[in-house]
């Protein structure tokens, strides 16, 4: 096993980014280097101001702080961090592709394919290749096939090594990870490499933790990973509903379900639906992978999670809509959070979306406070759905930072995600300030319904009648 000096990370977003950092403070003696081309991103991440580091995780900072500089870069010169690396992590974004074959299913390739193209250009000198991406099943030959072929007498070993981290506990997961994942060829120079990136995250981990696989073992463990959480949170949901047409508390379900270890109690939080970057990409591609080898049961098991969720984002807007006498035309509606989960200022897929665009298909004027999501990140992740035109966005829904007055003459309040200082508002200052009677849905499940009624609020709690 060679224990290496210099590694690189092509991606600096949500995993790129927290997860080099944690390497760099775990091993200070290897340099590492995160490359991305985007120019913009790469000069927040090495602004002085901690405050504008373009992922917020809590804990990140701190570690930013510690080892930027020291053994920690952040650059767009993405050739000249190659050729120097002696491992190259890809952490580049994988999204579903939006045109060609195997459209709003598959995942698009082309990043990672440039960033293959690009390692054989420049290499001069022997690499271990990561796949830190979630990559379909077999992806790596291709990466191989590519880095192959160039001619030049370079070996390269791939490796696939999926992340596991969840946003908003980026840290602690990198920190204290459940299991890390390595999956090589089961040859000498294979098993050599595997040991290597081993080696790395001994640093911080014990031993028995990593875990070493063939490589389709480890894309393939990733997504189905993925699937079995995306999973548990549908089945919830699909609970909720039966739940809110019976006298049942799908909190009290949870619990009751929760309590037998075969299930265990994590994960079973009822809520508005799931979000975040990965779960249905995840999903759709393990989908499109079932339904490329002729498993059309199998693909139509997974997809009915993805049904499921939509489901429960419809449900929870036409209910807003039936509860506010049908009609939610120019009424104030306050959107508590866009975030898909607390901790984060990531809102790829947030449920909040799509509440947001079903409410101003009928006109709603919506107001929204997040604690951490900018302004132009709520345009752009609504002008994305291309539901209206950018103009009528503005018009229809404005962004308010001071949740006070986000609320103010509002006919109701959607709690989209549970940000912790939601609970703690002063909520009979925000009844007063509201129209009457005064709606609440909680898509989130955060407050007590005994404690709204009583300060007079309608207030509807997903998964309670
Ligand atoms: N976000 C998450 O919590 C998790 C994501 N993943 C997976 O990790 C991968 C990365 O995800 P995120 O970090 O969320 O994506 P991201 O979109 O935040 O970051 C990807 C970065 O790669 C850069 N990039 C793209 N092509 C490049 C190239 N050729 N050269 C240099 N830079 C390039 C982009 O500019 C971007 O900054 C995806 O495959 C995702 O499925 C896995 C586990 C957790
Ligand atoms: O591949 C990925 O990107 C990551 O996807 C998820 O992480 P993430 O999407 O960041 O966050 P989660 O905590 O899994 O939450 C996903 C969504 O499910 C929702 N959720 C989660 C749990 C729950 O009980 N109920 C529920 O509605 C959350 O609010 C959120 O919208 C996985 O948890 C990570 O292990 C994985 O690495």
Known sequence: MKKIKKICCIGAGYVG????????????????????????????????NLDLLPVYEPGLREIVKETRGGNLFFTTEVDKAIDEAEMIFISVNTPTKTYGKGKGQAADLKFIELCARNIAKVAKTDKIVVEKSTLPVRTAEAVKSILDNTGKGVKFEILSNPEFL???????????????????????????????????????????????????????SKLVANAFLAQRVSSINSISALCEKTDANVAEVSKAIGFDSRIGSKFLNSSVGFGGSCFQKDILNLVYIAKSYGLNEVANYWEQVIIMNDYQKRRFADNIISTLYNTVS???????????????????????????????????????????????????????????????????????????????????????????????????????????????FDGRRILTKEKMNAIGFKYYKIGQS
């Open 17 to 48: 980014g927290p997860t080099m950092a944690v390497i760099a403070k775990n091993c200070p003696e290897i340099d590492v280097t995160v490359v991305d081309i985007n120019q913009k991103r790469i000069d927040l991440w090495n602004h002085n």
């Open 166 to 220: 969840a946003e908003g506990t980026a840290v602690d997961d990198l920190l204290n990870a459940d299991r890390v994942l390595i999956g090589g060829d089961e040859t000498k120079s294979g098993q050599e490499a595997k040991d290597t990136l081993s080696w790395i995250y001994e640093h911080w981990l014990p031993k028995e933790r990593i875990l070493q696989t063939n490589v389709w073992s480890s894309e393939l």
């Open 330 to 440: 120019d009424k104030k509606i306050c959107f508590y959070g866009w975030a898909f989960k607390k901790d984060t200022n990531d809102t790829r897929e947030s449920a909040a979306i799509y509440v947001a665009d079903a409410l101003l298909e009928e006109k709603a004027q919506i107001v929204v406070y997040d604690p951490k999501v900018s302004e132009e990140t709520i345009y752009a992740d609504l002008d994305y759905l291309g539901t209206r035109s950018p103009e009528e966005n503005r018009k229809l829904l404005k962004v308010i930072n001071d949740p006070m007055e986000a609320c103010n003459d509002a006919h109701a309040i959607a709690i989209m995600t549970e940000w912790d200082e939601f609970k703690n508002y002063d909520w009979i200052a925000i009844f007063e300030l509201m129209l009457k009677p005064a709606f609440v």
